[in-house]
């Protein structure tokens, strides 16, 4: 169950996923801004994995997979498919939280919520520099990559590593205040796709009991 919660709230809050159009000889940075003007809405699939970077130095938990969809600002979808499926969707008001075990729905306000977490660099609003310090990290693994520091005290992430190839953001790493590290990797991402308007709209799936928080 810990670990469940872990990777939902790496979801959740990384929930995780961009393309721009970039050149490779922009920086990172550049590369980022562009990204962050220019893709209104977006789809793809992910792979996450955990690992415990102070506790069991560079163990990796089972890693999970899945798929996204999102449309500025404050609505997405991020669909867990393995291990096991969740769904963590929102539409622009109201999160929606769906562990199919369970048979459960977990809501709550959208509000702030995005704020400072990674989910904002994703699904907020083009903002980012009023709640991040953004700044060059240089190249690793084949990647130009920056860093997003979030200004307020109160979260969990500590830092966010965002990693870009020829344009396309293709990795995060978000570090936590308890010692881990989720790394997501992003493929078949799809920039400014054409999406329903119902798109987001959550329909409560049968029988399923909805808990408000």
């Not at 990796?60 to 996204?68: I, K, R």
């Not at 769904?87 to 809501?107: F, I, W």
């Amino acid at each position: 169950m810990t670990m469940k919660l872990n990777l939902t709230l790496a979801g959740l809050l990384a929930a995780t996923t961009f393309a721009l159009s970039g050149t490779a000889s922009a920086s990172a940075l550049d590369q980022f801004k562009t990204f962050v003007s220019g893709t209104k809405a977006a789809r793809g699939e992910f792979t996450q994995t955990q690992l415990r970077s102070r506790q069991g130095a560079g163990k990796a938990q089972p890693a999970s997979s899945g798929s996204f969809v999102f449309a500025r600002p404050g609505k997405f979808i991020w669909t867990y498919h393995k291990p096991y499926e969740q769904v963590l969707q929102a539409d622009g008001e109201t999160l929606y939280v769906y562990d199919k075990d369970l048979n459960q729905v977990t809501t709550r306000k959208l509000g702030n919520a995005l704020g400072s977490s990674p989910a904002a660099i994703l699904f907020g609003s083009n903002d980012l520099e009023k709640n991040f310090t953004l700044a060059e990290a240089g190249a690793r693994d084949g990647l130009e990559w920056l860093t997003a520091t979030p200004k307020a005290k109160d979260t969990t992430f500590e830092q966010i590593g965002i990693g870009l190839k020829d344009g396309v953001p293709q990795a995060m790493e978000l570090k936590d205040s308890f010692g881990q590290t989720s790394v997501l990797k992003f493929t078949n991402f799809q920039r400014n796709p054409q999406l329903g308007a119902q798109q987001f709209k959550f329909e409560v799936p049968k029988g399923a009991e909805v808990v408000s928080q």
